[in-house]
């Protein structure tokens, strides 16, 4: 059987309060090995590291921040706290700072308050030498820019993290590539109207894909309009497999040691 590594889930959410064991018991069976589950607030963010800690033998990890639908929610307190806990579990349960970002779609936090948490949350990360999963819906110019700045002022690793479920151009791949950046792909390119973004796998070369469900969101077919899963990570690597034409097993072993250097896995 293949292994995999769903790089992004959010199986601390109440949509698997009453059957979280379950859910990952079927992932086990699907050769889902490794699951990254990334904070979206303060409490989701304890939330996840409990988890992780409760089930890290069973390949729950997380990752640690305020998501840009949360960003008013932030503070210096928060701000301590999660440099705290990421202190505490960092190399073992906590391998990222996540999910941080900008979100112009929905413009749930204001704008400015958005970019005034993305920045600190990415010096955060530099501060403890962690990778960053980003979140960026049509704000890729201001997204680039803040980790232009903080890269200037700060440096970043050499591998700074992961463009979560990406949705840009080919033209914008190739320059948050050149900046050291994995991009994320999800269910959607299983979709009939995936054309952008199998463009983009298309040209990502294939040492810097990880996969992803974002589960409960964004399922691939032929699941779509349920409640979607880590055992659905093979529908999404089925679908690379045939841009890239090669095994599936192929496609499990390069994402899987994306993955690894990504977040430092072992």
Not at 93 to 118: C, N, T
Not at 126 to 145: K, M, N, S, Y
Not at 153 to 178: M, N, Q, W, Y
Request: proline share 5%.
């Amino acid at each position: 059987m293949a292994f995999w590594i769903d790089t992004h889930a959010h199986l601390q959410s109440e949509s698997y309060a009453a059957d979280f064991e379950d859910v990952l018991t079927k992932a086990h069976a699907a050769g889902i090995n490794t699951i990254l589950l990334p904070g979206t607030d303060w409490p989701d963010s304890q939330l996840a590291v409990e988890l992780a800690t409760r089930y890290f033998e069973h390949g729950i990890i997380a990752a640690i921040g305020v998501h840009p639908h949360d960003a008013k929610t932030f503070s210096p307190q928060v701000a301590m706290n999660l440099r705290e806990l990421a202190l505490q579990h960092r190399g073992r349960e906590v391998v990222a700072i996540g999910e941080i970002g900008l979100d112009y779609h929905y413009d749930f936090s204001p704008r400015d308050i958005q970019k005034q948490v993305f920045r600190e949350q990415l010096e955060l990360a530099c501060d403890l030498d962690l990778p960053v999963v980003i979140h960026d819906r049509e704000a890729t110019a201001d997204t680039l820019a803040i980790i232009a700045e903080v890269a200037a002022h700060r440096g970043l690793r050499d591998i700074p993290g992961v463009f979560h479920c990406f949705s840009g151009s080919v033209e914008t791949a190739k320059i948050v590539l050149k900046h050291g950046f994995y991009l994320g792909f999800d269910g959607p390119i299983t979709f009939k109207n995936a054309k952008k973004a199998l463009d983009v796998l298309a040209v990502c070369p294939r040492d810097r894909v990880v996969l992803e469900t974002d589960s409960p969101y964004l399922t691939p077919e032929p699941h779509r309009g349920h409640r979607n899963s880590p055992a659905y990570l093979p529908l999404i690597g089925a679908r690379v497999a045939e841009v890239w034409d090669c095994s599936l097993e192929t496609v499990a072993k390069q994402t899987t040691r994306n993955a690894q250097q990504l977040f430092l896995l072992k």
